[in-house]
């Protein structure tokens, strides 16, 4: 089903978002963090932030896996998000809906992986939705839109494998559309 050399999902978002928790409720292996003292303005949200990455594993009922990623969600950490999305299959956006500006977090990582993007799947997660937001999930289908993208659009609990793991099937359902869409165009051609 899928190319052994390109089996890898990648989840992205902003500090806080549940990059590292969602890969910790779907991996099948333990997962490899690289979880550090937060010593910035991010100690104000949370003790640790991830400064490389997260890597697990996720096995498919077919015997296949699926490497996941997870990106560090402060910018100054950039360079390490234009390594982890070589090869990679799509890439998973998760927005902490509580936060200030969720709509300005999805429009900058939109925006910070759009030529990766613009050729690959996409799925968006919105996370800690069980707390109050000033923004409605309509915003959200207009940024994405502005964006010509039309990606679903799920509100999850990264700690929930269910939910983490109908992310990934959604991301994997985009990958075999584009897949069965470039087979039957080369077909007609």
């Not at 594993?57 to 996941?68: A, F, P, V």
């Not at 990106?71 to 070589?86: A, D, H, K, S, Y």
């Not at 937001?133 to 915003?139: L, P």
């Amino acid at each position: 089903m899928f190319d052994k050399n390109v089996s890898k999902i990648i989840f992205t978002g902003p500090v806080g978002a549940g990059k590292s928790t969602a890969i910790n409720a779907i991996s099948d292996t333990p997962v490899i963090s690289t979880e550090q003292r937060a010593t910035d303005d991010v100690k104000n949200r949370k003790e640790t932030t991830t400064v490389a990455m997260d890597y697990g594993i996720l096995k498919l009922d077919q015997g296949e896996s699926i490497h996941l990623y997870g990106t560090p969600g402060q910018q100054r950490f950039n360079f390490m998000w234009e390594i982890l999305v070589e090869k990679a299959l799509g890439i998973v956006i998760l927005v902490d809906s509580a936060n200030t500006d969720p709509v300005g977090d999805l429009d900058f990582f939109l925006n910070s992986f759009s030529q990766f993007i613009k050729n690959k799947a996409i799925v968006v997660g919105l996370t800690r939705t069980d707390l109050p937001s000033k923004h409605s999930f309509d915003e959200y289908h207009q940024l994405l839109k502005k964006h010509n993208f039309n990606p679903p659009i799920f509100e999850v609990d990264a700690r929930r494998k269910r939910e983490i793991g109908m992310l990934v099937q959604a991301l994997l359902f985009s990958v075999d559309q584009s897949i069965e869409e470039v087979s039957n165009e080369a077909a007609d051609a």
